[in-house]
């Protein structure tokens, strides 16, 4: 895959008119994106259909959680919708996650979707798991141990934070993908997100797929911005 396919947009909008309005300032018209939640629950698989249609690679980021039957059923919907890569929650473990790998194969009409899973949500943070959610451990291990499960459970990889994504792929194989949002600009804000690094700075770190949202979206000149990233990403 090119560098640029490895580039994702964030589509983070409500609406099919929201999306085209953005894509059309962007000024890419087959650059990789992501469809979030948001996205998708107003919009549902027809989107994803139309944008495949266009030539896009779709990055489908419901984060399923729920029973293997469930998620088996529908990850084989998604994967004939025709989305390119899919996640999962890890902590609906490992009988979930290779439930979710049997619904790709069977909806997949040629190559199936990469299926990623995430670890731990950015939001987070060491005291929610121990207070709330009574996991206690260092929330880096904790990470570990789920980005294991994954790997074990026949996943192609995580979505983590670029600076996570070396000691993963120690602790699993060096062709576990790691896929990295929190991505930035030198000069700007990093607004929710904790551990940012520059396009660049992912590269080096090891990123196999960066996901950017308002580096490029929220730019004065989201055209101009796609391209500084991708120039960096591409190690010019
Ligand atoms: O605007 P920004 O570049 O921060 O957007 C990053 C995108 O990646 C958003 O769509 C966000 O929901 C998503 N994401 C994230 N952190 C995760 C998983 C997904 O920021 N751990």
Redesign the pocket.
């Known amino acids: 895959m090119e560098p640029e396919e490895r580039l994702i947009v964030?589509l983070?909008v409500s609406s099919a008119e929201d999306v085209f309005y953005l894509l059309k300032k962007i000024g890419q018209p087959r650059c990789s994106v992501?469809v979030?939640m948001e996205l998708f629950y107003q919009e549902g698989a027809d989107m994803v259909r139309r944008l495949k249609d266009e030539g896009h690679f779709v990055f489908l980021?419901l984060k399923l959680h729920d029973i293997p039957h469930t998620v088996y059923r529908t990850m084989r919907g998604l994967a004939r919708a025709g989305a390119d890569m899919v996640n999962v929650h890890a902590a609906g473990g490992s009988e979930m996650m290779k439930a979710a790998i049997e619904g790709l194969d069977e909806g997949a009409a040629g190559k199936r979707p990469v299926c990623l899973a995430?670890t731990q949500?950015?939001s987070t943070g060491q005291d929610m798991l121990e207070n709330e959610l009574l996991i206690h451990q260092p929330i880096q291990k904790v990470i570990a141990q789920y980005s294991e499960l994954a790997y074990r459970s026949g996943l192609d990889g995580v979505?983590?934070?670029a600076w996570e994504a070396a000691a993963i792929k120690e602790q699993t194989s060096s062709t576990f993908l790691a896929v990295t949002?929190?991505?930035?600009l030198a000069n700007d804000a990093a607004?929710?997100?904790r551990r940012v690094a520059t396009p660049e700075r992912a590269r080096q770190l090891g990123s196999d797929y960066i996901?950017?949202?308002?580096?490029i979206?929220?730019a004065e000149n989201p055209a101009e911005a796609y391209l500084r990233v991708a120039n960096e990403w591409r190690k010019i």
């Open positions: 964030a983070d992501k979030g980021d995430v949500l950015t979505v983590c934070s949002p929190g991505i930035r607004g929710d997100q996901v950017v949202g308002r580096s979206t929220s």
